[in-house]
T-cell receptor, first 118, second 113 residues
Framework: SAVISQKPSRDICQRGTSLTIQCQVDSQVTMMFWYRQQPGQSLTLIATANQGSEATYESGFVIDKFPISRPNLTFSTLTVSNMSPEDSSIYLC???????????????FGPGTRLTVL | DQQVKQNSPSLSVQEGRISILNCDYTNSMFDYFLWYKKYPAEGPTFLISISSIKDKNEDGRFTVFLNKSAKHLSLHIVPSQPGDSAVYFCAASPTSGTYKYIFGTGTRLKVLA
């Protein structure tokens, strides 16, 4: 398993501003993921962040709105830019930890960042 | 298009009885399925998984059943305990090797003491 921390745990922001969320892992991992959980909805993958390469964004998410950094194997940031009330969500980072099998691995999640945009 | 569906948003069960949480999927390319448990103010915690080559996987009080022909999986918790009260998400992963998980909308389980 992996221990994952996120900062901040929650924030209330004004429309038009930006917030950077940090994700720290206690071990080196190749693949990190950023998810969003809107109220009453499922977890939706925003992007996959591998160290040393550009993040890969899912349909409906763009780099200008959600820039991601992955400077090393234990850390990543997600920025929510030019925020609107529709961005109010829980943002979660996760990492994939191999159990030694080539195909079947589990993702472990951080505690999440609860963002409210006014 | 919701590829992974949990049609029951909530479920209440008496302590000691069996909890059965259901999940349906539409994409036949999914070959790995997981269940996560989420407490308020915490991230989802991995619970149990099953690959498409199996129809059952058991871990203590938790058993996951997979019916590929019906594209249906279920999580059985027996006996249920008040500490099991949480939101349960099922997730599915396709065979494309991208390691992307598609999550359901969750079922809130309440175990009554």
């Amino acid at each position: 398993s992996a221990v994952i921390s996120q900062k901040p745990s929650r924030d209330i922001c004004q429309r038009g501003t930006s917030l950077t969320i940090q994700c720290q892992v206690d071990s080196q991992v190749t693949m990190m993921f950023w998810y969003r959980q809107q109220p009453g909805q499922s977890l939706t993958l925003i992007a996959t962040a591998n160290q040393g390469s550009e993040a890969t964004y899912e349909s409906g998410f763009v780099i200008d709105k959600f820039p991601i950094s992955r400077p090393n194997l234990t850390f990543s940031t997600l920025t929510v830019s030019n925020m609107s009330p529709e961005d109010s969500s829980i943002y979660l980072c996760s990492v994939e930890v191999s159990r030694g099998q080539t195909r079947y691995n589990e993702q472990f999640f951080g505690p999440g960042t609860r963002l409210t945009v006014l | 298009d919701q590829q992974v569906k949990q049609n029951s948003p909530s479920l209440s069960v008496q302590e000691g009885r069996i909890s059965i949480l259901n999940c349906d999927y539409t994409n036949s390319m999914f070959d790995y399925f997981l269940w996560y448990k989420k407490y308020p103010a915490e991230g989802p915690t991995f619970l149990i998984s099953i690959s498409s080559i199996k129809d059952k996987n058991e871990d203590g009080r938790f058993t996951v059943f997979l019916n590929k022909s019906a594209k249906h999986l279920s999580l059985h918790i027996v006996p249920s305990q008040p500490g099991d009260s949480a939101v349960y998400f099922c997730a599915a992963s396709p065979t494309s090797g991208t390691y992307k998980y598609i999550f359901g909308t969750g079922t809130r389980l309440k175990v009554l003491a």
